[in-house]
């Protein structure tokens, strides 16, 4: 079975220093939100974390309060089924559909029966619709 929906991916752009995600994870944890999802990555002298949380409103305000520049964009959350070819499917019919992936990253343990993918479409509400199978 396949889940799938519209949630906000909050995007921290700054200069990389070490202990970075340590605090911003600290600082959410404390609150009681968890991580669904983090991408970090370094560029020269700055760094990006991409956290999907479970409290996006809240994890926002506090990152801000915090003195983080927080943006936030539109993804597309899914749950996968852990089988071979399933994400070759869902590109091809996004593909049909004209609708490119922007970004996507996606984890999946080896035992697991399903994963989790995150994803920016060049029209996340159609792809919505279509993933959804409307």
Sequence with gaps: MVSVRLCTELLIETEDRVGLLAEASRLLGDMGISLLSVVVRRHDETASLR??????????????????????????????????????????????????????????????????VVLRCSDNRNALLLLRGR
Excluded: W
């Design 51 to 116: 956290l999907v949380t479970t409290s996006q409103t809240h994890a926002a305000e506090a990152l801000r309060a915090a003195g983080f520049c927080v943006e936030e964009r539109d993804v597309l959350l899914m749950e996968i089924p852990h089988h071979p070819g399933f994400l070759s499917r869902m590109g091809e019919a996004l593909a049909r559909k004209g609708i490119a992936i922007n970004e996507l990253y996606a984890t999946v343990p080896d035992d697991a029966s399903s994963g989790l």
